[in-house]
């Protein structure tokens, strides 16, 4: 016997909405397995993994801080990956949303005023923008590949930061550690309740629903698929790809420098030379299991933002280094594009011969 | 006809009256559908056999099992009386059956020599069989070079190419899928004298076709093919064109009403010196046209496939702008700098010759689908950059009503639907606006005899309420069928338009083999006829 593929005539609804399920199904068994190999019971770590991140107020507002930046990074990938665009430099917008979005407070350290807030915002967005206008710009005039160029900007935007915080930008105060002054009054994002939960949240919120509704119901939105399904047809509709590649960077340059500049005014309060733990990266899959759907990468987002919790934790609680994060991550990300044939092909035992 | 015999074993094998190949009570399920239902066939060497249907009919299943391709549910071959299982195309040729298919699959950047060589199995010495190349086409009255690059080739020599192929495997039974599709009719000619040639050494020709005149002038016996069963086994040289058009499609195709083709009407589509260079290294450049398309009438412009089709096709719709505003006028206004959203702004609509991947996306629904021409064009499918998805719907079922669109769902996937119902959709998606202006490529591609006279009688009701259409075709039926004028296209040079009744079939093969060009190349074309 053996197993074929088989072109199915429609797109399977049943399977596009089973796919991921069955790649977060198979991630558990795999992750299972790992930990059997590593010798620890895996019902266990399973559990600490990620069960026990949603069992206390604390991790939960945790869960709730680390999903905000993942699911603003993520529709904005999901419209560009929905072009065929190919945006890999996320974490380098972020970097540079947040860079920027800093300047403020380190070239006017005695400013207070809500306008500070508002300037670092919209800074933090143009930031990132317009570091994502480059590649866009490179694939457009040179069609050069924007996967290269958007990752190879990624080091640009890290070394650029690291330069600065290193250098013009650090802390006199600071005993010499690379980081910047400490923000303060309205320097940071205002938190929601007394917890680390800030207004970056709800900036995810509403990010999801205009998304959604950009890309369901306006013409925009219609054309960004068009072009991304068959440029050629996309042309004769009068739809002009160019635009649509320039539209996608910007778009989800402009939400990571978002997600950016509210890192580092929110829970950092300070410009450090990491500024994400690999949000950028993360969003990819964030985007691909949320479907490239905007309510589908909120709820991929609280997904990984749970994995990230249940990587410290197994490393707190079993001294599991935590790599098993990145490990878990890449193993969805693979599962789900495996899956996702499932959506196009059925699978049929055939025996050979006939 | 010469009837000296080239290979030694012809006439001692196969026995007058023996068949060569031999098909019984095929069956073919795809699913639920019987794409073959009980088919018989059978070929005598030296026979040029006929096997006729239209699209659908299961010509293409039948033909893939004979060669391997796929295996039948039910039924058995025979090859020269034993019966055989061909698993594969290779175990097809290694019995002698070859192939020459509708779309070829070659490589443009390699040599004609290379080309066959990736063909033929443990062929190393590619400069003997240059040699044998060159032998047997100049045998075989189909010239070839065999070191030419397969991109500067025409279509026409392309298929050389595969025929040749074909007969350095020395095959005992030739398959022609639709091979006079893209040949002039001169072309054509030289390919019946070589399959006759052929069949006259013994070697047996299976001919699959549309084209009843050609079938009645070369083959011997028909097997003609319906809806997956058999409806007759005939001889075509007793039957008229009519007839077996009868057979083909069961009832008789409607009669097209075209009305009175006196057109005198505005002006409404100009081109003035269009010319426009090609950045595609296989593409044609247009050079200098000029044509008028006035209010009430057909113009078609025929030519081989590859002469500029395409390219003239984007330059009027917009799809590629030209330099000069002048170059393209609709309804007086120049527009040759503007973009396809704004030409259709005009009142002009445009059918691509591709259905799916140029005129329509495969998996959006055909509301969606309708969208992506009716967006530009006042109506209430976008408002203020909105989708009114439920006015989509509407006007996508309406055309679906009106031009007969057949679907199983009430918003399918383009995909979902056969290729005639897809012409249909996107052939009634630009008339249901009624444009003043209609340019539409191939619109009865790949579509069955009763959705394309449809299509046709449509394109006519069109001009004579007062719209200036153009079609570009590749189908001389097609176009005696419909159109008051037609223009030649060649090399990216298109000829003055004729009144169609000053035109015969032999006048426009001249034009299409570049008459018109340019008059020094007239001689040059006498010399070679």
């Given at each position: 016997m053996i197993l074929r593929l088989e072109r199915r005539s429609q797109r399977s609804t049943l399977m596009a909405f089973l796919s991921p399920l069955l790649a977060i199904g198979l991630t558990l068994a795999l992750g299972a397995i790992m930990f059997v190999a590593l010798g620890f019971d895996p019902g266990k770590a399973l559990y600490i993994y990620f069960i026990e991140p949603l069992t206390s107020a604390w991790s939960i507002e945790e869960v709730v801080v680390k999903a905000a930046p993942l699911i603003l990074i993520g529709v904005g990938l999901a419209v560009c990956y929905t072009a065929?665009?190919?945006?890999?430099g996320a974490e380098g917008q972020l970097t540079m949303g947040a860079l920027v979005g800093a300047s403020i407070p380190i070239y006017f350290p005695d400013w207070q005023s809500p306008l500070v807030l508002l300037l670092m915002l919209v800074l933090g967005i143009a930031g990132g923008a317009l570091f994502a206008a480059i590649p866009a710009f490179l694939k457009n005039r040179?069609?050069?590949n924007e996967i290269l160029t958007s990752l190879m900007l990624v080091y640009v935007a890290q070394l650029l930061l690291d330069w600065l915080i290193r250098?013009?930008?650090?802390?006199?105060?600071?005993?010499?550690?690379p980081q910047s002054i400490l923000f303060e009054g309205w320097q940071v994002i205002p938190p929601?309740?007394?917890?680390?939960?800030?207004i970056g949240a709800i900036f995810a919120v509403v990010a999801v629903i205009i998304v959604a509704f950009m890309m369901g119901r306006t013409l925009r939105g219609f054309e960004i698929r068009v072009i991304g399904t068959s440029p050629r047809a996309g042309s004769f509709a009068g739809f002009k790809g160019k635009r649509v590649v320039l539209f996608c960077f910007m778009l989800s340059g402009a939400l990571a420098g978002l997600a950016g500049i509210c890192e580092v005014a929110g829970p950092s309060g300070q410009l450090q030379?990491?500024?994400?733990?690999g949000y950028g990266f993360t969003a990819i899959i964030v985007a691909f299991l949320g479907r490239l759907n905007p309510i589908g990468v909120f709820f991929a987002g609280v997904l990984l933002a749970i994995s990230y919790m249940g990587g410290e934790a197994v490393q707190v609680e079993?001294?599991?280094?935590?790599k098993t994060t990145q490990v878990f991550q890449g193993m969805l990300l693979f599962l789900i594009l495996a899956c996702d044939t499932l959506i196009r092909y059925r699978i049929r035992l055939v025996s050979p011969g006939r | 006809m010469s009837t000296s015999d080239m290979r030694p074993d012809d006439g001692s094998e196969a026995a007058?009256?023996?068949?060569i190949l031999e098909a019984r009570n095929i069956v073919k399920l795809f699913g639920d559908l019987r794409?073959?239902?009980?088919i018989d066939l059978s070929l005598k060497p030296g026979e040029i056999h006929a096997l006729l249907g239209e699209n659908g009919a299961g010509k293409s299943t039948l033909v893939k099992i004979i060669y391997g391709a796929l295996q039948p549910t039910s039924g058995q071959v025979f090859w020269q009386g034993a019966p055989v299982t061909i698993s594969n195309p290779a175990a097809a040729r290694d019995l002698g059956i070859g192939m020459v298919f509708q779309h070829f699959s070659l490589?443009?950047?390699?040599t004609v020599t290379q080309n066959i060589a990736l063909a033929l199995?443990?062929?190393?010495?590619l400069k003997a069989l240059a040699g044998r190349i060159e032998t047997v086409s100049a045998d075989y009255g189909l010239?070839?070079?065999?070191?030419?690059?397969?991109?500067?080739?025409?279509v026409g020599e392309r298929q050389r190419i595969e025929v040749v192929r074909c007969l350095l495997q020395e095959p005992r039974l030739l398959i022609l899928d639709e091979?006079?599709?893209?040949?002039?009719p001169q072309e054509a000619d030289q390919l019946f004298v070589t399959l006759e040639r052929l069949a006259g050494e013994g070697c047996a020709v299976l001919y699959i076709s549309h084209r009843l005149e050609e079938v009645k002038r070369l083959c011997h016996d028909a097997t003609i093919l319906r809806l997956g069963r058999l409806v007759a086994r005939v001889d075509p040289q007793q039957e008229s064109a009519a007839s077996l058009a009868k057979h083909m499609i069961g009832t008789d195709v409607a009669a097209l009403?075209?009305?009175?083709?006196?057109a005198t009407g505005a002006p409404l589509l100009e081109l003035a010196g269009l010319s426009m260079p090609t950045d595609d290294p296989f593409g044609v450049a247009l050079k200098s046209i000029d044509l008028v398309v006035r209010s009430g009438e057909v113009v078609a412009v025929a030519g081989?496939?590859?002469?500029g089709q395409s390219e003239l096709f984007d330059a009027i719709s917009g799809e590629r702008t030209s330099k000069?505003?002048?170059?393209v006028k609709l309804a007086g206004a120049p527009?040759?700098?503007?973009s396809i959203t704004q030409r259709r702004r005009r009142d002009a609509a445009f059918v691509p010759?591709?259905?799916?991947?140029?005129?329509?996306?495969?998996?959006?629904p055909l509301s969606e689908n309708l969208v992506?021409?009716?967006?530009?064009?006042?109506?209430?499918?976008?408002?203020n950059g909105l989708i009114n998805r439920g006015a989509a719907r509407d006007v996508m079922a309406r055309v679906a009503e009106h031009y007969d669109?057949?679907?199983?769902?009430?918003d399918p996937e383009?995909?979902?639907?056969?290729g005639g119902n897809l012409q249909k959709f996107v052939v009634g998606r630009e008339l249901d606006r009624k444009p003043g202006i209609l340019v539409v490529h191939q619109?009865?591609?790949?579509?069955?005899a009763g959705a394309a006279a449809f299509i046709r009688q449509s394109l006519v009701d069109m001009a004579r309420s007062g719209s200036a259409v153009l079609m570009i075709s590749q189908d001389l039926d097609e176009i005696f069928e419909i159109a008051d004028r037609i223009a030649v296209i060649s090399r990216g040079e298109l000829s003055e338009a004729y009144?169609?009744?000053?035109?015969?079939p032999e006048r426009i093969g001249l034009l299409m083999a570049?008459?018109?060009?340019?008059?020094?190349?007239d001689a040059e074309r006498g010399a070679e006829a």
């Open positions: 065929n665009v190919w945006n890999i040179f069609s050069a250098g013009a930008w650090r802390d006199p105060d600071g005993y010499n550690f929601l309740g007394d917890g680390r939960v800030h030379p990491h500024v994400s733990p079993l001294g599991i280094s935590d | 007058s009256g023996a068949y794409a073959n239902d009980d490589f443009d950047a390699l199995k443990g062929e190393r010495d010239p070839l070079r065999p070191g030419a690059l397969v991109a500067d080739l025409s091979p006079t599709a893209v040949l002039t009403r075209s009305g009175s083709g006196a081989v496939a590859g002469n000069s505003a002048d170059a527009c040759g700098r503007e010759e591709e259905r799916l991947g140029h005129a329509a996306i495969a998996d959006l992506l021409t009716h967006h530009a064009v006042g109506n209430d499918v976008v408002r669109v057949r679907k199983n769902l009430t383009a995909s979902a639907l056969s619109p009865t591609w790949g579509v069955d009144p169609a009744a000053e035109l015969s570049g008459t018109h060009e340019k008059a020094g190349r």
